[in-house]
């Protein structure tokens, strides 16, 4: 994937991240279909974040194969969500909010993992580029 494409997936999902760490007004806004801006804010960004670290890795490697399993968590997040909570706007009832809340987390945590992982070997692999010239 060229650098530039992963550039602007990087930029997304730090942009998904501030505005929900910042609680903007405008996560709040309803999309056409009844989608709170919020909800899909949170899973383009954790699309982008996981895209990234697909992007970042090598063909045929575990790092790879890591990417791409948080790649579908993430992808799967929101539609899983929407089915765990029967709403558009993730409000849970019941034990269902438990089982939301390991999801998300687990989710969350194979995303960062994934992209730590690539972001680290693609460090490592221009440092040992730099330092092989």
């Known amino acids: 994937m ?8 990087l930029f997304i999902a730090a942009f998904a991240l501030v ?5 903007a007004p405008y996560l709040e806004t309803m999309l056409p279909a009844g989608l709170p801006l919020g909800n899909a804010l949170t899973a383009i960004g954790l699309c982008a974040a996981a895209g990234s670290a697909v992007g970042l890795s090598t063909r045929r490697t575990a790092l790879r194969f890591v990417s ?4 579908i ?14 709403n558009l706007t993730l ?9 939301w809340l ?32």
């Open 102 to 133: 390991a999801l998300s987390v687990a989710v969350l945590a194979a995303v960062v993992c994934a992209l730590g992982w690539a972001l680290g070997a693609s460090l490592l692999s221009k440092y040992r580029r730099a330092g092989a010239a």
């Open 91 to 99: 409000n849970f009832h019941g034990a269902y909010g438990g089982a």
């Open 19 to 23: 505005s929900l760490f910042s609680g």
């Open 73 to 86: 968590g993430a992808v799967s997040w929101l539609p899983a969500s929407i089915a765990l909570a029967g």
């Open 68 to 71: 791409v399993a948080s790649l």
């Open 2 to 9: 060229p650098k530039i494409i992963v550039a602007l997936l």
